[in-house]
């Protein structure tokens, strides 16, 4: 909106744009936090027409056209609402502390400090016992944060650690990857999930699908299998599993204002508007919006990133007393990696898989990285990986190792 | 020890190495805390003769050579003590939390945390006294540490985040650097101490030699100016005053074993071992070294990083029933960077100031850092900051932010 007469403010309760896609990379010891995180006031540094707020909105009053956070409030004409999602543990929230998500960068070195420190606690365990369960990693979900964490880890396991330790062997790494449907990748072509399962099956992952997690205890994970019940000793449980929409969402809904569908997402219209809400847009994860006669489109980036572009124009038109078009998404396509040099892409109904896959993987995320010195570092980093199986940013910080 | 016929066994409470002297450039967001780290695995993964363990040590029974941590111990024939220091509030250990210091990866995220959140609060703020105090900066003691923070904040003031705000003026920061003693850079060459004084007065920053902190209270430092007291109101005060040494020392010195200097540090032997127990080494900031006729050795890096060369060396004769000639300690010079591209350094006699020397600076550490990848990482980012006055790395993360 940088070109129209309007005034903007951006409120956030972090202090920069976090580009999700490679927060596992961040979880995994490859990049560092920063690398992929690019500071809000550096990037509308030179927007004159935009302002930063840190500040957590706690509230939204729409019938006073007012945004609530601790110790403030902010009138707007026009709110655009995007603050997407968190997890969902499907009713057993005590399961986080077990099983960490990945979706903040307080996430990410959470989930590095466990994956890091499992090896560490292995190696200096005796009993044979206590070592598999510290080198058994299950991952729950079988999307693609899953799919990526599972070919992370077998890439630590196979070739970063390889000289690392003295008394274990890390490539007797046991990676389950637990997924309740009948296939991992459900929103890929069958012929891409089914070469991400056979990629996963070569770098040593157990792809378990049909498999639901039934109970989350300290050292093991009870899951039923078809209808068999099992319990899988192991001391680091990864989630990779759902996503429940911002409470902003209910905030909106409050009084009627706006309706939800049952991820807590909320019902917009094609131009991302609310129902006799003109005013008042919500994109990204925490939007539902539904094209004539097709599904909802999904949760990803790009449909988020053409939706703000879109917005945009909706507001300079109106500015101008123009309607605008209907929105159409785009779809690019989508791309998993799995592990150094394997990936699988579905480019608008070309489908690749393995090197080329990465190729173009690496390239579209590159491309997406806000800031130029970021790609740079980046660049850097993957390169170094891909040559030398390297990653550097292994470290154990934050809450101390204890074994 | 690589070549030695020995069994090396590295304990650290940490998996990774950290490059000290490159902490700063954390806590100011100009690195990322993987840069200056090095994983301890990776650094000794192809010395055979080498293992790691993870593990805090909380007590040395020297009587029985034994190494104690939590849930087991380690005999030893050799042992080498090299656990650092921490810092040092002179009997007011509760300041810690008013005034953090700048020991580990954690310190540093902690101080980048309140200096980015200091200007984000001066921003919401339209009480002008307050937002003057949220845009002061308290620095305690003029040492090489508190000379790099004080150049770097006035960096971040001046340069950085010039066109970041919409409210506030960045340029209006105040600088305090405070200094017991009557100069700054006490262990420099006076003309250096002097340029480098007047290299910050130029950056803006308020150098206030002969006046000690008397009390942190929060919002305000009271301090004495020779015999004036005075209050200096202020929301962010960085500690760069005192080092005290690991509590090792005193757990070498129950018994009588080993003798403590008055900061705590153990007194050693010409080749590093404690009198009467030649099997018990200690080297870098834990120990007090003094040569005949000479002052002790400082506690930085260079005489650290000589002192473990030099005893694998006596370790290593001790083997073949040799002799090792007495340390010297190669004194290379001291360096100190205050701006971007201003610098002094006494090279061994040679005193620069102003951009030779940052280049020499420059040139120096980037050799010191361990790992070739992190090398061109820090390369980049160092390249990036001198042509963009870019800070890539200025996240506010851990403790959430609040006004």
Same mark, same amino acid.
């Given at each position: ?15 920069? #744009?976090?580009?999700?896609? %490679? %927060?596992?990379?961040?979880?995994? +010891? ?12 550096? !990037? ?42 968190? #997890? ?12 960490? /998500? ?28 206590? $070592? ?7 991952? !729950?979900? /079988?999307?693609?944060?899953? !799919? ?15 000289? &690392? ?26 012929? %891409? ?48 599993? +759902? ?17 939800? &569908?049952?991820?807590?997402? !909320? $019902? ?5 508007? $609310? @129902? ?7 994109? =990204? ?7 004539? =006669? ?26 101008? =007393? ?13 791309? @998993? ?55 550097? @940013? ?10």
């Amino acid at each position: 909106m940088r070109r129209l007469a309007v005034q903007v403010t951006l409120v956030d309760r972090r202090n920069f #744009h976090l580009f999700q896609p %490679l %927060l596992y990379q961040v979880a995994t +010891g490859w990049l560092s936090p920063a690398n992929i995180a690019s500071t809000l006031r550096a !990037v509308l540094r030179h927007q004159k027409n935009a302002k930063v707020l840190l500040a957590e909105v706690t509230d939204i009053d729409t019938a006073n056209h007012k945004v609530i956070f601790a110790g403030g409030a902010l009138y707007y004409d026009t709110l655009l609402v995007g603050t997407g999602s968190s #997890h969902h543990y499907f009713g057993h929230e005590d399961w986080q502390k077990l099983a960490p /998500g990945l979706k903040t960068l307080e996430d990410a070195i959470e989930m590095r400090r466990r994956v890091f420190s499992a090896f560490e606690s292995a190696e200096r365990e005796i009993d044979q016992a206590t $070592i598999r369960d510290w080198l058994t990693f299950v991952i !729950v979900g /079988g999307g693609p944060t899953g !799919v990526e964490l599972a070919g992370a880890l077998a890439d630590i396991a196979n070739q970063t650690l390889t000289h &690392d330790f003295r008394s274990i062997d890390p490539s007797a790494t046991r990676i389950l990857l637990l997924e309740a449907s009948d296939r991992i990748l459900s929103t890929y072509p069958e012929d %891409l999930a089914s070469k991400a399962q056979s990629f996963l099956k070569n770098l040593g992952v157990s792809v378990q699908t049909r498999t639901a997690v039934t109970e989350l205890r300290p050292g093991e994970v009870a899951v039923k299998r078809g209808e068999t019940p099992e319990v899988i000793p192991c001391q680091t449980v990864l989630w990779a599993a +759902g996503v429940r929409a911002s409470h902003l969402g209910a905030a909106l809904a409050r009084g009627g204002v706006a309706t939800l &569908d049952r991820g807590g997402r !909320v $019902i917009v219209q094609d131009d991302f508007s $609310i @129902a006799n809400h003109p005013e008042i847009f919500v994109i =990204g994860d925490l939007a539902c919006n539904t094209p004539p =006669g097709g599904k909802p489109l999904p949760g990803i980036a790009p449909v988020a990133q053409q939706a703000g572009r879109y917005v945009a124009q909706v507001i300079g038109n109106r500015l101008d =007393g123009k309607t605008t078009r209907p929105f159409k998404y785009r779809d690019r396509g989508s791309m @998993a990696i799995i592990g150094r040099a394997i990936a699988v892409a579905d480019l608008g109904g070309i489908h690749l898989s393995g090197f080329t896959a990465w190729l173009a993987w690496l390239f579209v995320h590159l491309m997406q990285i806000v800031e130029f010195e970021n790609r740079i570092l980046v660049l850097v980093q993957w390169g170094w990986f891909y040559f030398r199986r390297s990653r550097a @940013a292994r470290l154990i910080t934050g809450d101390k190792f204890e074994s």
